[in-house]
């Protein structure tokens, strides 16, 4: 399921099914150009990336909006915010809050997490050929399908 | 009189008008959303509403087997393609037959033996869904619904598939 409108009426009928949200986490700066274009590529390719994923478990997962932060941002600060969305979620409930995300720094915050951090090796897309990426980002999904399937 | 009259047609003018805009908006309304629907799909086939698959025919088997395709949309790369899987195999009558993988209970894709524990069936991985080989679904797991079956012809030897159509219909 995804955060539409279409999407959440369906969840309210069927909410004891649905008990994982994934969140993704994506960086973003508007500066020098070069670490900018590449935040914003990586942030296309978890999009992407993202909409597979939930495409393959949707009914189970419900996809949340990206979380964004500035990429100089202090992560136990963010770490923070973070753990107010992850106690809104289990609320609702969710059993299991996911964060995937393409920012290793993560990794060093993860243990502060009330949710699961899965941490993605990124993937190139400058100069590269659509159909490479795609392929990538089709692998990448199926092992992440994977490791979702490990925490129910 | 001449006031009257020019004071009706005022009126109907902006009737027409208002009920031409109306309209304008509803059927604006009306199409977009079935556009949206349609497109791809006009844009994705070389002829008509089918799509090589990238299967040979003749390595169709009696052993399901999944295929992946995209549908295009040109523009850009990213936001352009729809992806697209089909489980294919040749039934008992030796006939071509080819499932959706969405499951029918709430949409997870499903797998041919999907669980070592069910051989010989779909399973879908989020609540135990599970269907026989011939698609439908087995009794007492959440689908209440067989998988839905691609329309599908031969051309050249390749597999097309088209539009998904509930199973009873195939
Ligand atoms: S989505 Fe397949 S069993 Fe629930």
Known sequence: MKWTSMDLQKYDQAKEYIDTIIVPLAPFQIGALEPSAKNADQFDVLTLFARELEQELMG?????????????????????????????????????????????SWRKVANDLDGEFIWLPSIPLKDSDPAVVKGMIREQTMQTVELVKSFW | MSDEKQQVSRRQFLNYTLTGVGGFMAAGLLISPVRMAIDPVL??????????????????????????WTIDQVDGWYESEVNRSAWVYRNENDEIVAFSPVCKHLGCVVSWEGNDDYPEQYYCPCHDGRYYKNGVNVPGTPPLQPLDVYEQEERDGMLFLGNIKPHEEA
């Open chain 2, 43 to 68: 844009k994705s086939n070389d002829g008509g509403d089918f799509a090589n698959v990238g299967l040979e025919v003749s390595e169709i088997t009696s052993d399901p087997q999944r295929v992946d």
């Open chain 1, 60 to 104: 189970r997962v419900m996809l949340a909006p990206t979380y964004t932060y500035i990429t100089t941002a202090e992560k136990s600060q963010e770490a923070e915010r973070m753990n107010e969305w992850t106690s809104h979620f289990k609320e609702q409930p969710f059993k299991q809050v996911l964060y995937i995300s393409f920012d290793p």
